[in-house]
């Protein structure tokens, strides 16, 4: 079965650093990953985006992601966050299909 | 910008009784989704709907569970016996096309006493 596996629970961060959050997906095939985030009583946002093509994919508020195949894995990174960025990140993979199957999530905390 | 929109934002209801969650997905899009998230849990799919039949279903959603486009706007997830254990989030999402990104509402949370 389909599976998307989130290995950091929580992380915490301080204003202006870096940042990367681990993501490994396990369909055989091209899988098609989203990278969505849900801030404190909202719903889930679409960060971005990896269907084909380029590896590298841009999304919004600064995130990137980049899709390994060999390491079946779709990491996001920032380079830069803000206090604002705090907030529940999930990992998301369709298979090709139109269900998603969803990560455990990443629970983000900047520090000021 | 279009967008999901979910109503209520909250529900309480007694265990036994019928829930309707109400979703008016984005106008343009043909894909239509209920997933739940359970407090402190991964957000889980329910089922998927396109011209006006599941297209898909988990596991979860049993006969308990019904769904309905009943006009050209709207998208209803009906519970008809609710659980304590169906107390949770449910989100609605919407998909131009099988294969493209799903937009989700901001989610209904329901509880059940």
């Known amino acids: 079965a389909q599976s998307v596996t989130q290995p950091d629970i929580h992380i915490t961060v301080s204003e202006g650093a870096s940042l990367e959050l681990r993501c490994n997906y396990s369909?055989?095939?091209?899988?098609?990953l989203f990278w969505y985030v849900q801030s404190p009583g909202q719903g889930l946002q679409l960060l971005l985006k990896?269907?084909?093509?380029?590896?590298l994919v841009q999304g919004i508020k600064g995130f990137e992601a980049e899709f390994k195949r060999s390491q079946s894995s779709f990491s996001l990174t920032n380079p830069s966050l803000h206090w604002s960025d705090a907030a529940e990140y999930f990992c998301?993979?369709?298979?090709?299909?139109?269900?998603?199957?969803f990560g455990t999530g990443t629970q983000l905390k900047v520090e000021l | 910008e279009p967008e999901v929109t979910q109503t209520p934002s909250h529900q309480v209801t007694q265990m036994g009784q019928e829930v309707i969650l109400r979703c008016v997905p984005i106008?343009?899009?043909?894909?239509f989704y209920w997933y739940r998230q359970i407090l402190g849990q991964k957000v889980e799919f329910l089922v998927s709907?396109?011209?006006?039949?599941?297209?898909?279903k988990s596991e979860i959603f049993d006969d308990q569970f019904s769904v309905e486009r009943p006009d050209g706007s709207n998208f209803t997830l009906k519970i008809r016996s609710t659980k304590l254990e169906d107390s949770a989030m449910y989100f609605c999402?919407?998909?131009?096309?099988?294969?493209?990104?799903?937009?989700f509402g901001q989610g209904t949370r329901l509880t059940v006493v």
């Open positions: 999402a919407s998909s131009e096309y099988r294969d493209t990104e799903a937009f």
């Open positions: 369909y055989g095939a091209t899988p098609y």
């Open positions: 990896y269907f084909s093509g380029d590896t």
């Open positions: 998301a993979d369709t298979g090709g299909g139109n269900k998603l199957t």
């Open positions: 106008s343009n899009h043909l894909y």
């Open positions: 709907f396109y011209n006006n039949e599941i297209s898909e």
